[in-house]
């Protein structure tokens, strides 16, 4: 297996991670009583030695007041030393489980195999369930910055995964050339070249403080035309840590957004392990074959499925924001069932208007989801079937918003041509 593909997969199991925890997050226990167990397992962790802690606290369980929070405690640990039966390991990142009995009056047991490390053990009971060491997991840890400078005006900004944070853009009002002749244009062009190193000064000190401080990076790109580039690098008032830090110079025309997206694609040789810049490739990629016709390439929900079901499809291409998710709805006293369909954003308060919902064949308010499935997942299980690569695209840049604004968030680079034309 490439390390191009794990880290395809990583991009597909990060998505799965996040749409997991926002439905987590959404999950109470039945009486708003500490009864749903979180569990955080590292790796190397002996089971047998998770298996004695929590039948310890089984037995602590009995000695609770309220009698039914104890009991679905101990309806919880039983659910989990059963399915703990058939674990060897905690795996290669270890394992986290979260059970308890939720609002929807039944037992959810949900075992998630994290993309990287679990730091910490910890066994706890509340009335939610803790996801904030997952999110910690989830957050990409690498960050860079991005430093434009010009006569004219400078922007410094970080990017972090596929998202783009500018946090300083500024004018200088740095007088141009002056075109008199004379005395009076020496000594003007002394003032404005005194002016613009001012300007060197104070920009180096912002990224100073932008970049020790605050928002710390692993590594800087440099971008702006020659003679600014090199005054400002020069300049005594950048910080020694940060200029050894310097991977690229690179000559750029603009400042703010524009000036990002230019130095951006001139710095792709030195961020090409970083994953906007894999993102921007692969929708170069795709354009490219749609620019020309190649029949390389296609793009909507019907078009995409119809090519993998055939094995047609190389590359599948998915923006986050595809946010459709298929929730199967019964009532808990009789027959009745109901298929809905939501916007993944709109996830955690149909949970919670679906507690206050009555059947409307017996108006009982047992309503729970028996199943649900995301667009995603549907997709990411037909591409494992056709052995096809599924990329998940941000929207935090301008070519994932492309993908789903323009393409609605589903494309396909294909292995063959699939249509005679599209």
């Not at 997991?137 to 991005?146: A, N, S």
């Not at 605050?214 to 440099?222: C, D, G, R, S």
């Not at 810049?277 to 029949?295: A, V």
Request: net charge neutral; aromatic share 8%; proline share 2%.
């Amino acid at each position: 297996m490439t390390q191009q593909k794990e880290k395809k997969r990583t991009s597909v199991e990060r998505y799965m991670l996040k749409h997991e925890i926002e439905k987590l997050e959404a999950r109470r226990s039945f009486n708003m009583s500490t009864s749903l167990i979180s569990l955080y397992i590292p790796p190397g962790t002996r089971i047998p030695d998770i298996t004695s802690q929590l039948k310890n606290e089984y037995g602590t369980a009995t000695n609770i007041k309220d009698k039914s929070t104890g009991k679905a405690i101990q309806s919880a640990i039983s659910s989990i030393l059963s399915r703990m039966k058939n674990v060897q390991k905690a795996g290669e990142n270890g394992l986290v489980i979260f059970c308890g009995i939720t609002q929807s009056n039944k037992t959810e047991y949900f075992a998630i195999e994290p993309p990287e490390p679990v730091a910490i053990k910890l066994y706890r009971c509340d009335h939610i369930f803790l996801v904030d060491h997952l999110k910690d997991i989830l957050e990409t840890k690498q960050r860079y910055g991005i430093v434009i400078v010009a006569r004219g005006g400078s922007t410094i900004a970080s990017v972090q995964g596929s998202k783009v944070d500018i946090h300083w853009d500024e004018d200088s009002h740095v007088p141009g050339k002056h075109r008199m002749g004379g005395q009076s244009a020496a000594r003007f062009q002394r003032a404005t070249d005194e002016a613009a190193k001012a300007w060197y000064a104070k920009t180096a000190i912002k990224m100073n403080e932008i970049y020790l401080e605050n928002n710390p990076v692993e590594a800087i790109i440099v971008g702006g035309p020659a003679l600014s580039r090199s005054r400002f690098l020069d300049n005594k008032e950048v910080d020694f840590r940060l200029r050894e830090k310097v991977i690229g110079v690179y000559d750029v025309g603009y400042e703010g957004l524009q000036g990002i997206r230019e130095l951006l694609e001139k710095a792709e040789d030195k961020l090409v392990d970083f994953e906007i810049i894999s993102e921007k490739k692969l929708m170069k990629r795709f354009m490219e074959h749609l620019g020309k016709d190649s029949g390389l390439a296609t793009y909507g929900e019907k078009f995409v499925k119809e090519a993998l079901e055939k094995g047609a499809v190389e590359i599948l291409l998915v923006s986050e924001d595809v946010d459709r998710v298929t929730l199967e709805i019964k009532c808990g006293n009789c027959e009745y069932v109901k298929e809905e369909s939501i916007k993944t954003k709109d996830y955690n308060e149909f949970i919670k208007d679906l507690s206050d919902r009555k059947c409307p064949e017996c108006s009982n308010s047992r309503m729970y989801i028996e199943s649900e499935n995301d667009l995603i997942t549907e997709l990411n299980n037909l591409a494992k079937k056709a052995d096809t690569t599924l990329e998940v695209i941000s929207t935090d840049h301008d070519d994932g918003s492309i993908l789903y604004n323009t393409f609605g968030g589903i494309a396909a680079i294909l292995r063959y041509k699939f249509y005679d034309s599209y």
